[in-house]
């Protein structure tokens, strides 16, 4: 079974600054997922990624296939960021959770 | 704009009841699934569904069932609600191959009393 780890577990950021998560993975995927969960929201994907990078405003998702690990980057943090960030693998049918980074950004 | 339906937002039953927890997808997605979500716990899948009528167990399917009668449509009933599973249910679709079009509901909080 693929485990899913994250760090950091929890992460206080001031408006404005940048942030990383980091998520690492044991077993080859067919593609890495980031997804935001708002406080009692449901999930919005963000990224999926199979190689290299996207970028979508403000946010920067890389993933390194060879070291099974991928970051997520918040250039420019804004409060509207707090969220729980969580990264998921897929390969095959079966898609694993990883227990996810609360992010909180204060004004 | 794609759209995974979850009929309730909050829920509150008693414990005994026999609940019923609605997820309808409109992207025409194979693979249909059903999750919790606890503090510490992350999202833990129950059931999932590859195609009409059929379902496979979860992590942790215990106290839960799953219909799929049509392609668009996966019911999670609760045959006796119990007070551990409350919790955020989650339904999720996509297409064949995990990986392709993962779309979340936005979740059913339910509590059982």
Redesign the interface.
């Known amino acids: 079974k693929n485990e899913v780890e994250q760090s950091p577990q929890n992460l206080t950021a001031q408006e404005g600054e940048f942030i990383t998560i980091n998520c690492s993975y044991s077993v080859g995927i067919s593609a890495l997922h980031w997804l935001q969960q708002h406080p009692g929201g449901g999930i919005v994907s963000l990224f999926m990624l199979s190689s290299g990078k996207k970028k979508h405003g403000r946010l920067i998702a890389t993933i390194n296939i060879q070291e099974k690990h991928s970051s997520l980057h918040i250039t420019a943090s804004h409060p509207r960021d707090s969220a729980v960030y969580i990264c998921a693998v897929s390969y095959g049918q079966n898609f694993v959770f990883g227990p996810g980074t609360r992010l909180s950004v204060l004004p | 704009d794609v759209k995974v339906t979850q009929s309730s937002r909050y829920l509150v039953k008693r414990t005994g009841e026999k609940v019923f927890l609605e997820c309808v997808q409109d992207m025409d997605h194979e ?1 249909m ?1 059903w999750y919790r979500q606890d503090p510490g716990l ?2 833990r ?1 129950i059931y999932f569904s ?1 195609d009409v009528k059929m379902k496979e167990k979860g992590d942790i399917p215990e106290g839960y069932s799953v219909s799929r009668e049509k392609k668009e449509r996966f019911s999670l009933i609760l045959e006796s609600a119990s007070t551990n599973q409350t919790s955020m249910y ?1 339904c ?1 679709s ?1 297409l064949r ?4 079009g ?6 059913t ?1 339910l509590t059982v009393v």
């Open positions: 693979n699934f992350g999202l899948l590859y989650l999720a996509s191959g995990a990986g392709y993962y779309t979340f509901g936005s979740g909080r």
